[in-house]
């Protein structure tokens, strides 16, 4: 007699060749997309897409298969953007369809469900988007200037007193500035934690959010409603653990500021500004909420993109000496070496633009913009590129920038190049599209342009001699976010009246 298989082997083998199935169905190339690489069953190119330094890879595809590439990941068709003009025509001319994300359930999970990368582009986003505008939109820049230029000073005091902890200073002095745009505290002043929780909040998004990691769950969503206890169910653990982490610091940043406000210690940010237009006890726990994302976004949102962006142009600096003293001549003949430059001296100093922009070019923070895509409910054929709905809109910022075709010698840090005005603005790429544009644009240009012109005027940065030193190289972290390999200089000071004052 031949015993059968219980019922529960069964059923698992039954649900195991359903899941196969649908799989290797969803992985099929839909017919009409843009050409791209073969990929394997089930997986699509998913490895090829989560490998160290991504954006090379797609460059290479670029060049294989033209500036637009249909890529799958598991069961997600992926649209590769290598060019500046259709990616502009994707998604700048037909944002009204291509402003969409794609949430990863991991994210959602993990307590960022509200925070403004993630949302439609609907009613709450444009909420969010407005009150951040407040805060750091153009419209506020000016009332920055001396905040910024005080801030410029200060880093350069940090780094002639400490030069051998150059990644610790800059990475706080940025922690604390945008804390300050937040919230209206500073930890310089006053410590209160919330500089390393920010950080860790930074972390916890990266590791959810990142195109290139994948959790069980974002491969089978189902996987979500599975209870925890059961074996391989491990992410669900570590989502509630996160999701209670950024529910304390939402709330807990977000009561300090307004303590300190009704005490009058706090300066001007945005729950403040928020305040002057409409009484925070008067908001909706709806606003409230939305609010409390704002800030948060505003807080971790530039951590690791200007402290990238600051840590690049001091490894430029120590190995492109020719550049750094050219730049020096510039500025001393606008400042005599008398004052510190300000905002006031921007137009004589064009040479600090070019600077900041090919700071950008050559060591963009992120490599990838952060990922959109096509309305989930309709197809779309933009410039004659079919887009199945819920695509992924992938644009290679690394690949454009290390394009020779749109910049000469693209490894070299070279800020003359934007003495012609038809090069590539880097800016029009690095930070979005259409209704998805980076808000702190203005403000991660201005505080770059005075904190590099005031390290000119101040400061000699020359690569180290000692023996044991670590020596800088043009060479960054591979993953989402990009920061220099760690790298030791020295900081020599030009002008002693200037730091002391």
């Not at 959109?372 to 004659?384: C, E, K, L, R, T």
């Not at 240009?445 to 904190?451: F, G, P, Q, S």
Request: glycine share 6%; hydrophobic share 45%; with cysteine.
């Amino acid at each position: 007699m031949v015993s059968l298989p219980p019922f529960e082997v069964l059923l698992a083998i039954s649900v195991l060749i359903i899941i196969v199935a649908w799989l290797l169905r969803s992985s099929r190339r839909p017919s009409g997309l843009p050409p791209g690489p073969p990929g394997l069953p089930i997986l699509g190119n998913a490895l090829e897409i989560s490998a160290d330094n991504t954006y090379k890879g797609l460059a290479k595809w670029g060049k294989l298969y033209g500036p637009v590439v249909a890529v799958k990941a598991f069961s997600q068709t992926c649209i590769v953007i290598n060019s500046p003009d259709a990616a502009n025509e994707i998604l700048s001319k037909s944002s009204a369809t291509t402003s969409h994300r794609i949430v990863r359930p991991m994210a959602l999970l993990s307590g960022w469900e509200r925070a403004l990368p993630h949302l439609q582009p609907a009613a709450e986003f444009r909420q969010h988007r407005q009150y951040m505008k407040i805060a750091v939109g153009a419209a506020a820049m000016m009332e920055y200037e001396p905040e910024h230029e005080r801030r410029a000073l200060q880093l350069v005091q940090k780094l002639s007193r400490n030069p051998k902890e150059i990644y610790n200073e800059v990475a706080f002095w940025i922690a604390v500035s945008f804390e300050h745009v937040a919230y209206g505290t500073d930890e310089e002043e006053d410590f209160s934690g919330f500089v390393e929780m920010g950080r860790h909040a930074l972390k916890i998004f990266q590791e959810t959010s990142s195109p290139m990691i994948l959790w069980a769950v974002d491969i089978l969503p189902s996987l979500r409603y599975l209870p925890s206890w059961l074996p391989g169910m491990g992410f669900k653990r570590q989502a509630d653990t996160w999701r209670m982490y950024m529910r304390e610091l939402l709330d807990k940043a977000f009561e300090n500021s307004v303590r300190r406000m009704e005490a009058g210690g706090s300066s001007s940010c945005l729950i403040s500004r928020v305040a002057e237009c409409q009484p925070l006890d008067t908001l909706d726990e709806n606003s409230k909420e939305i609010l409390k994302n704002a800030a948060l976004n505003i807080y971790v949102g530039g951590f690791d993109t200007m402290t990238s962006m600051v840590l690049s142009f001091f490894l430029a600096m120590t190995l492109y000496p020719d550049v750094q003293k050219g730049a020096q001549l510039k500025v001393d003949a606008v400042t005599h070496g008398l004052r510190l430059p300000t905002f006031a001296d921007r137009d004589s100093l064009p040479c600090i633009d070019r600077m900041v922009k090919e700071v950008l070019r050559w060591a963009v923070p992120t490599t990838l913009v952060f990922p959109h895509s096509q309305d989930p409910s309709q197809d779309a054929i933009v410039d004659g590129v079919f887009i199945p709905k819920g695509s992924l809109l992938i644009v290679n910022t690394g690949g454009i920038f290390e394009d020779p075709e749109i910049y000469a010698d693209p490894r070299r840090f070279w800020p003359d190049r934007f003495l012609d005005d038809n090069v590539l603005d880097p800016f029009s790429v690095a930070f979005g599209y259409a209704r998805r544009k980076c808000i702190g644009m203005h403000f991660v240009e201005k505080r770059l342009w005075i904190t590099i012109a005031t390290a000119l005027a101040t400061l000699d940065v020359c690569a180290p001699t000692n023996p044991g030193a670590r020596a800088p190289r043009a060479a960054w972290t591979s993953g989402a976010m990009r920061l220099p390999l760690s790298f030791d200089a020295v900081f020599n000071v030009r002008h002693p009246a200037l730091i002391e004052g």
